[in-house]
């Protein structure tokens, strides 16, 4: 996408850290008392990516480059998984928390 936000990762980066490719085909039991949604049953991988970039202009790239098939071709998602990212989409924050790393300045707050 050419108008994305500027971000932490590249995608090689993010690949070599997160396999896009596995799917979860026999899912444990949660680990809390809620059920397990579509996306974490179906595509673990996209969770954690998800977890990881919240609230980071990247997460807003990824969600974008989910939901909109700018390359053509792709299978797409299941509908149930599909509705899932949209709702993310709706609820990431509107101005996402500046990259502790933006200009080049590594900004800490230590406690």
Wanted: hydrophobic content about 35%; aromatic content about 8%; some cysteine.
């Amino acid at each position: 996408m050419s108008d994305s936000l500027p971000t932490l990762f590249s995608e090689d980066e993010l690949d070599a850290v997160l396999p896009q490719n596995e799917i979860k085909k026999d899912p444990l039991p949660p680990k809390d008392s809620f059920p397990e949604s579509a996306l974490e049953h179906f595509h673990p991988n996209i969770v954690d990516r998800l977890t990881l970039l919240w609230g980071y202009p990247e997460c807003l790239n990824l969600l974008d480059s989910l939901t909109v098939d700018s390359r053509g071709g792709r299978q797409g998602f299941r509908p149930e998984v599909l509705a899932e990212l949209m709702f993310l989409h709706t609820i990431l924050p509107a101005k996402s928390e500046p990259s502790p790393w933006e200009g080049g300045n590594m900004k800490r707050n230590w406690r």
